[in-house]
């Protein structure tokens, strides 16, 4: 069955599948999860036992997750049946992690600044709608165990037709001219051709004060709702590539805030640069102190084999003393940037059998040139086989193991193992490999997953070996474990 058909179901199809998983959360009110019950212990924090995972209220915690939208907090009535319903719909199929940029660049969404009379923005007062849809969104996902890593800047706010509306802009706004913040008031280049001094102002870069204040502001207010809850993240900027003046800058305030109130909190930057070998992301890789997990999102832009091996260098290299969770909140995988529906759903795989700490479906966008798959049915099953799969092994103690394969095809196979004990591997599209079992005594037993049916084959017995030939049982997705 090809995989351009889970993501055209009719709308029937997709209504079904939410009103069967949809559960009923309290949203409000006495409903809400006491955040003060709590401890700093129980927050979201680096895996004791493997620094290279995430626990959550103390017991280790893979992320997976799946969302339609990045600014979910700005979409309270996201298709079909609202925010609760999206969130339930997730996590019924496995996932437990949400991407949430605060962005307000989409048709209908508030911005976070109050308006005068005449409909300018004055930087000095709130929105109450954007600021209590952030709250509610952040309790929403606490209730059901989701971990939320925000991104606090994103970039395509701030140029082209975002830029016309946002309050930041002069023309938009009581509080400063063109000609005292230094910001233009069109921009009509991509953001990455960084037009924007919006990304310069602080002390030690363009020292822009007039501007910083404001954005010091919004920051304190942001962290005034967001910091006492314990299943947040922070990442700076979605795919920067300014100066790390800009992003230390910011993960220094958000780091100072935290210690201020005796909290763990842990931030990261995304850089723009596809490559992982660009020096843009050293100020991240070496940083370890203020950059306590890293986001290689970017390396979704590559595909197969290489999409591989480039994160396994920063694995095995770069992040080989001072381990720190590897995330990736969002995979490309759609077919805008020239890739397809099925090259995702082996990101997301590949991903996890590489060690990362997290992996998520990057949004739909625009259905007729996607950048991802958001939480579209393919989606589901493939979050609900994986969750399945790791269930039954234990991903925090395992490692990525390709060097057991032998007879193997560029991108045909992926070892995830705990050596001796336990050997996971997924064929991303059938193939044929040996495995090396030599490390393991007793007799082996070997389970298939059907994954795009999310079932587990019957269990086949071997004799002890010190190799086993595997073949997929048919063409298309399949994994299995070796115990």
Same mark, same amino acid.
């Given at each position: 069955?090809? %995989?351009?058909?889970?993501?055209?179901?009719?709308?029937?199809?997709?209504?079904?599948?939410?009103?069967?998983?949809?559960?009923?959360?309290?949203?409000?009110? /006495?409903?809400?999860?006491?955040?003060?019950?709590?401890?700093?212990?129980?927050?979201?924090?680096?895996?004791?036992?493997?620094?290279?995972? *995430?626990?959550?209220?103390?017991?280790?915690?893979?992320?997976?997750?799946?969302?339609?939208?990045?600014?979910?907090?700005?979409?309270?009535?996201?298709?079909?049946? @609202?925010?609760?319903?999206?969130?339930?719909?997730?996590?019924?199929?496995?996932?437990?992690?949400?991407?949430?940029?605060?962005?307000?660049?989409?048709?209908?969404?508030?911005?976070?600044?109050?308006?005068?009379?005449?409909?300018?923005?004055?930087?000095?007062?709130?929105?109450?709608?954007?600021?209590?849809?952030?709250?509610?969104?952040?309790?929403?996902?606490?209730? =059901?165990?989701?971990?939320?890593?925000?991104?606090?800047?994103?970039?395509?706010?701030?140029?082209?037709?975002?830029?016309?509306?946002?309050?930041?802009?002069?023309?938009?706004?009581?509080? %400063?001219t063109t000609d005292e913040s230094g910001l233009p008031e069109v921009i009509e280049t991509h953001p990455g051709q960084r037009e924007n001094p919006f990304f310069r102002t602080p002390p030690d870069f363009e020292d822009n004060p007039i501007v910083l204040d404001f954005q010091?502001?919004? #920051? /304190?207010?942001?962290?005034?709702?967001?910091?006492?809850?314990?299943?947040?993240?922070?990442?700076?900027?979605?795919?920067?590539?300014?100066?790390?003046?800009?992003?230390?800058?910011?993960?220094?305030?958000?780091?100072?805030?935290?210690?201020?109130?005796?909290?763990?909190?842990?931030?990261?930057?995304? *850089?723009?640069?596809?490559?992982?070998?660009?020096?843009?992301?050293?100020? !991240?890789?070496?940083?370890?102190?203020?950059? !306590?997990?890293?986001?290689?999102?970017?390396?979704?832009?590559?595909?197969?084999?290489?999409?591989?091996?480039?994160?396994?260098?920063?694995?095995?290299?770069?992040?080989?003393?001072?381990?720190?969770? #590897?995330?990736?909140?969002?995979?490309?995988?759609?077919?805008?940037?020239?890739?397809?529906?099925? /090259?995702?759903?082996?990101?997301?795989? =590949?991903?996890?059998?590489?060690?990362?700490?997290?992996?998520?479906?990057?949004?739909?966008?625009?259905?007729?040139?996607?950048?991802?798959? @958001?939480?579209?049915?393919?989606?589901?099953?493939?979050?609900?086989?994986?969750?399945?799969?790791?269930?039954?092994?234990?991903?925090?103690?395992?490692?990525?193991?390709?060097?057991?394969?032998?007879?193997?095809?560029?991108?045909?196979?992926?070892?995830?193992?705990?050596?001796?004990?336990?050997?996971?591997?997924?064929?991303?599209?059938?193939?044929?490999?040996?495995?090396?079992?030599?490390?393991?005594?007793?007799?082996?037993?070997?389970?298939?997953?059907?994954?795009?049916n999310s079932e587990w084959q019957e269990d086949i017995l071997l004799e002890e070996s010190d190799a086993v030939e595997l073949t997929a049982p048919s063409d298309g997705p399949w994994a299995l474990l070796i115990r």
């Amino acid at each position: 069955m090809k %995989y351009s058909f889970f993501l055209t179901l009719t709308g029937f199809l997709w209504l079904m599948l939410s009103c069967t998983n949809s559960s009923q959360h309290p949203t409000g009110g /006495e409903g809400r999860t006491d955040i003060a019950s709590f401890s700093n212990e129980d927050r979201i924090t680096t895996y004791t036992q493997n620094p290279r995972y *995430w626990q959550f209220k103390g017991e280790p915690v893979l992320l997976l997750g799946a969302t339609d939208q990045d600014n979910l907090f700005n979409h309270p009535d996201i298709w079909p049946f @609202g925010l609760e319903s999206h969130l339930d719909l997730m996590v019924k199929n496995g996932g437990n992690y949400v991407r949430n940029t605060m962005s307000s660049r989409d048709h209908g969404n508030p911005w976070a600044f109050g308006r005068n009379d005449e409909g300018l923005y004055d930087l000095t007062t709130w929105s109450d709608e954007y600021w209590s849809r952030f709250e509610n969104f952040l309790n929403m996902a606490l209730e =059901r165990g989701i971990i939320v890593q925000i991104e606090i800047w994103d970039r395509f706010d701030f140029a082209r037709d975002p830029w016309q509306l946002n309050p930041f802009n002069p023309k938009n706004n009581i509080n %400063y001219t063109t000609d005292e913040s230094g910001l233009p008031e069109v921009i009509e280049t991509h953001p990455g051709q960084r037009e924007n001094p919006f990304f310069r102002t602080p002390p030690d870069f363009e020292d822009n004060p007039i501007v910083l204040d404001f954005q010091n502001a919004y #920051m /304190e207010k942001l962290l005034s709702i967001s910091l006492p809850y314990p299943h947040v993240l922070y990442c700076i900027s979605n795919e920067t590539n300014e100066s790390p003046l800009w992003s230390d800058y910011w993960a220094e305030l958000i780091r100072e805030r935290a210690e201020e109130s005796g909290l763990t909190v842990h931030v990261t930057e995304m *850089w723009d640069a596809w490559d992982l070998s660009n020096p843009e992301h050293d100020a !991240t890789f070496d940083k370890p102190e203020l950059y !306590t997990y890293v986001d290689i999102s970017q390396n979704t832009h590559q595909q197969g084999q290489t999409h591989w091996d480039n994160a396994q260098q920063v694995r095995n290299e770069r992040l080989a003393d001072g381990q720190r969770p #590897m995330n990736n909140v969002k995979i490309y995988g759609g077919t805008h940037h020239g890739h397809s529906f099925e /090259e995702g759903t082996n990101k997301l795989w =590949r991903n996890i059998f590489g060690g990362f700490a997290s992996s998520r479906f990057h949004r739909t966008s625009n259905p007729f040139n996607p950048s991802g798959i @958001g939480l579209k049915p393919l989606a589901q099953i493939q979050l609900k086989s994986l969750r399945m799969f790791t269930d039954e092994m234990n991903p925090f103690a395992s490692e990525p193991a390709n060097h057991l394969l032998s007879n193997r095809e560029e991108n045909e196979a992926y070892v995830f193992a705990e050596e001796g004990s336990v050997y996971a591997v997924y064929f991303p599209n059938g193939g044929s490999v040996t495995l090396d079992t030599s490390a393991a005594s007793g007799s082996l037993t070997i389970k298939w997953m059907d994954i795009m049916n999310s079932e587990w084959q019957e269990d086949i017995l071997l004799e002890e070996s010190d190799a086993v030939e595997l073949t997929a049982p048919s063409d298309g997705p399949w994994a299995l474990l070796i115990r």
